[in-house]
Protein backbone atom coordinates (compact mmCIF):
# COMPACT_ATOMS: atom_id res chain seq x y z
CA UNK A 1 0.00 0.00 0.00
CA UNK A 2 2.69 2.41 0.99
CA UNK A 3 4.74 2.17 -2.83
CA UNK A 4 1.14 2.05 -4.29
CA UNK A 5 0.85 5.21 -2.43
CA UNK A 6 3.80 6.94 -3.26
CA UNK A 7 3.15 6.62 -7.12
CA UNK A 8 -0.25 7.97 -6.51
CA UNK A 9 1.35 11.17 -4.66
CA UNK A 10 3.95 11.58 -7.42
CA UNK A 11 1.61 11.77 -10.38
CA UNK A 12 0.06 14.51 -8.31
CA UNK A 13 2.76 15.96 -5.91
CA UNK A 14 1.50 18.54 -3.92
CA UNK A 15 -1.03 19.07 -0.99
CA UNK A 16 -3.73 21.39 -0.87
CA UNK A 17 -6.73 22.19 2.10
CA UNK A 18 -10.19 22.59 0.99
CA UNK A 19 -12.27 21.50 -1.77
CA UNK A 20 -9.96 22.37 -4.81
CA UNK A 21 -6.82 21.70 -5.92
CA UNK A 22 -4.93 21.85 -9.22
CA UNK A 23 -1.21 23.07 -10.55
CA UNK A 24 -0.93 26.50 -9.88
CA UNK A 25 -3.63 26.42 -6.89
CA UNK A 26 -1.72 27.67 -3.21
CA UNK A 27 -0.45 24.35 -1.76
CA UNK A 28 0.37 23.61 1.85
CA UNK A 29 2.86 21.01 0.35
CA UNK A 30 4.73 21.07 -2.96
CA UNK A 31 7.87 18.67 -3.55
CA UNK A 32 9.22 20.90 -6.06
CA UNK A 33 10.38 22.90 -3.19
CA UNK A 34 12.51 20.02 -2.55
CA UNK A 35 13.49 20.10 -6.01
CA UNK A 36 11.49 17.39 -7.69
CA UNK A 37 9.86 19.34 -10.43
CA UNK A 38 6.04 18.00 -11.09
CA UNK A 39 7.36 16.72 -14.63
CA UNK A 40 9.96 14.56 -12.92
CA UNK A 41 7.75 13.37 -9.91
CA UNK A 42 5.06 12.67 -12.46
CA UNK A 43 7.74 10.21 -14.90
CA UNK A 44 8.42 8.67 -11.61
CA UNK A 45 4.77 8.09 -10.42
CA UNK A 46 1.77 6.15 -12.08
CA UNK A 47 -1.17 7.16 -10.57
CA UNK A 48 -3.92 4.30 -12.75
CA UNK A 49 -1.24 1.53 -11.24
CA UNK A 50 -1.38 3.12 -7.82
CA UNK A 51 -4.90 3.81 -7.69
CA UNK A 52 -5.61 0.19 -8.91
CA UNK A 53 -3.60 -1.54 -5.89
CA UNK A 54 -4.08 0.98 -3.17
CA UNK A 55 -7.64 0.41 -2.67
CA UNK A 56 -7.24 -3.15 -3.61
CA UNK A 57 -5.23 -3.91 -0.60
CA UNK A 58 -7.45 -1.59 0.80
CA UNK A 59 -10.12 -3.15 1.63
CA UNK A 60 -7.84 -6.52 2.12
CA UNK A 61 -6.61 -4.57 5.35
CA UNK A 62 -10.03 -3.07 6.29
CA UNK A 63 -11.75 -6.54 6.26
CA UNK A 64 -8.23 -7.75 8.01
CA UNK A 65 -8.47 -5.26 10.56
CA UNK A 66 -11.63 -5.94 11.40
CA UNK A 67 -11.30 -9.07 11.72
CA UNK A 68 -8.28 -8.56 14.04
CA UNK A 69 -10.54 -6.05 16.60
CA UNK A 70 -13.73 -8.19 16.63
CA UNK A 71 -11.42 -11.65 18.05
CA UNK A 72 -9.65 -9.32 20.03
CA UNK A 73 -13.14 -7.49 21.42
CA UNK A 74 -14.64 -11.33 21.71
CA UNK A 75 -11.47 -13.60 23.59
CA UNK A 76 -11.26 -10.05 25.62
CA UNK A 77 -7.21 -9.14 24.96
CA UNK A 78 -7.83 -5.63 24.65
CA UNK A 79 -9.28 -5.56 28.31
CA UNK A 80 -6.79 -8.15 29.55
CA UNK A 81 -3.37 -6.97 27.92
CA UNK A 82 -4.16 -3.26 26.72
CA UNK A 83 -6.44 -1.10 28.27
CA UNK A 84 -4.29 0.56 30.85
CA UNK A 85 -5.29 0.16 35.01
CA UNK A 86 -5.85 3.18 36.46
CA UNK A 87 -2.67 3.13 38.71
CA UNK A 88 -0.49 2.92 35.16
CA UNK A 89 -1.69 6.41 34.41
CA UNK A 90 -0.69 7.93 37.45
CA UNK A 91 2.16 10.79 36.74
CA UNK A 92 4.72 9.13 38.32
CA UNK A 93 4.35 5.74 36.40
CA UNK A 94 3.56 7.64 33.05
CA UNK A 95 7.32 9.66 33.44
CA UNK A 96 9.30 6.79 34.60
CA UNK A 97 7.76 4.73 31.85
CA UNK A 98 8.99 7.47 29.05
CA UNK A 99 12.32 8.20 30.67
CA UNK A 100 12.70 3.61 30.23
CA UNK A 101 11.64 4.06 26.87
CA UNK A 102 14.28 6.89 26.26
CA UNK A 103 17.10 5.14 27.74
CA UNK A 104 16.13 2.10 26.01
CA UNK A 105 15.70 0.50 29.46
CA UNK A 106 12.01 -0.40 29.18
CA UNK A 107 12.45 -4.29 29.03
CA UNK A 108 14.75 -4.05 31.84
CA UNK A 109 12.66 -2.60 34.65
CA UNK A 110 9.06 -4.14 33.19
CA UNK A 111 7.88 -7.54 32.26
CA UNK A 112 8.65 -8.79 29.02
CA UNK A 113 5.37 -10.66 28.58
CA UNK A 114 3.62 -7.45 28.86
CA UNK A 115 2.99 -4.07 27.71
CA UNK A 116 4.10 -1.16 29.35
CA UNK A 117 1.83 1.79 29.50
CA UNK A 118 2.66 3.98 26.85
CA UNK A 119 2.93 0.65 24.67
CA UNK A 120 -0.83 0.27 25.65
CA UNK A 121 -1.54 3.71 24.72
CA UNK A 122 0.08 3.92 21.75
CA UNK A 123 -1.21 1.08 20.20
CA UNK A 124 -4.76 1.83 21.45
CA UNK A 125 -5.03 4.75 19.67
CA UNK A 126 -3.18 3.52 16.26
CA UNK A 127 -6.07 0.74 16.32
CA UNK A 128 -8.91 2.94 17.43
CA UNK A 129 -8.01 6.42 16.16
CA UNK A 130 -5.01 6.47 13.57
CA UNK A 131 -5.93 3.81 11.60
CA UNK A 132 -9.81 4.39 11.30
CA UNK A 133 -8.59 8.16 10.66
CA UNK A 134 -6.53 6.96 7.48
CA UNK A 135 -9.19 4.47 6.39
CA UNK A 136 -12.02 7.63 5.97
CA UNK A 137 -9.28 9.93 4.53
CA UNK A 138 -8.57 7.34 2.00
CA UNK A 139 -12.27 6.54 1.26
CA UNK A 140 -13.01 10.03 1.02
CA UNK A 141 -10.39 9.86 -2.10
CA UNK A 142 -13.15 7.71 -4.24
CA UNK A 143 -15.46 9.37 -5.80
CA UNK A 144 -17.59 6.84 -5.91
CA UNK A 145 -18.14 6.37 -2.01
CA UNK A 146 -18.25 9.68 -1.52
CA UNK A 147 -21.32 10.15 -3.65
CA UNK A 148 -22.77 7.66 -1.57
CA UNK A 149 -22.16 9.03 1.42
CA UNK A 150 -20.99 12.88 0.55
CA UNK A 151 -21.14 13.83 4.22
CA UNK A 152 -17.63 12.57 4.63
CA UNK A 153 -16.00 15.14 2.34
CA UNK A 154 -17.87 17.68 4.86
CA UNK A 155 -16.28 15.81 7.46
CA UNK A 156 -12.56 16.43 6.93
CA UNK A 157 -13.26 20.12 4.80
CA UNK A 158 -13.15 18.95 1.34
CA UNK A 159 -11.91 16.11 -0.63
CA UNK A 160 -8.06 18.20 -1.34
CA UNK A 161 -8.15 18.57 3.02
CA UNK A 162 -8.56 14.72 2.89
CA UNK A 163 -5.92 13.69 0.51
CA UNK A 164 -3.44 15.96 2.68
CA UNK A 165 -4.23 14.21 5.89
CA UNK A 166 -3.88 11.01 4.75
CA UNK A 167 -0.55 12.18 3.16
CA UNK A 168 0.16 13.40 6.66
CA UNK A 169 -0.73 10.13 8.57
CA UNK A 170 0.72 7.88 5.92
CA UNK A 171 4.49 9.73 7.04
CA UNK A 172 3.56 9.50 11.07
CA UNK A 173 2.62 6.03 10.77
CA UNK A 174 5.61 5.08 8.40
CA UNK A 175 7.59 7.04 11.79
CA UNK A 176 5.86 5.17 13.88
CA UNK A 177 6.63 1.57 12.64
CA UNK A 178 10.68 2.68 12.37
CA UNK A 179 10.74 3.61 16.11
CA UNK A 180 8.94 0.66 17.09
CA UNK A 181 11.14 -1.69 14.48
CA UNK A 182 14.06 -0.09 16.22
CA UNK A 183 12.75 -0.72 20.06
CA UNK A 184 12.12 -4.60 18.91
CA UNK A 185 15.98 -4.61 18.48
CA UNK A 186 16.73 -3.13 21.65
CA UNK A 187 15.00 -5.39 23.17
CA UNK A 188 15.86 -8.14 21.49
CA UNK A 189 14.48 -9.42 17.96
CA UNK A 190 15.23 -12.75 17.95
CA UNK A 191 13.50 -13.24 21.20
CA UNK A 192 10.54 -11.11 20.38
CA UNK A 193 9.95 -12.82 16.40
CA UNK A 194 10.32 -16.40 18.03
CA UNK A 195 7.88 -15.55 20.17
CA UNK A 196 5.31 -14.17 17.59
CA UNK A 197 6.11 -17.58 15.48
CA UNK A 198 5.65 -20.03 18.31
CA UNK A 199 4.00 -17.96 20.74
CA UNK A 200 6.11 -18.85 23.58
CA UNK A 201 8.42 -16.47 24.82
CA UNK A 202 11.55 -18.03 27.01
CA UNK A 203 12.23 -15.71 29.80
CA UNK A 204 16.21 -15.02 31.07
CA UNK A 205 17.07 -16.76 34.14
CA UNK A 206 17.36 -15.08 37.26
CA UNK A 207 21.12 -14.27 37.99
CA UNK A 208 22.49 -13.80 34.85
Known sequence: MLVSGIHIFL?????????????????????????????????MGNRMWGRNYH??????FLINGLMYVGWN??????????????DELTLVNLRADLRD?????????????????????SYL?????FVPLLTLTGLAQSPGF??????????????QSARSLHTIG???LV????????????????NRVRSMITGKHPLPEEGL
Open 11 to 43: DFPELYWGHTGYQGYPAIFKLSDWGISWDDAGA
Open 55 to 60: FTFAWV
Open 73 to 86: MVTGQFRDRMLPRR
Open 101 to 121: HLRWLARKRTSTTSYGTLQKT
Open 125 to 129: LLIFV
Open 146 to 159: TAAMPALLDMFGGR
Open 170 to 172: TVL
Open 175 to 190: LFVVVHVLEVLAAGAF
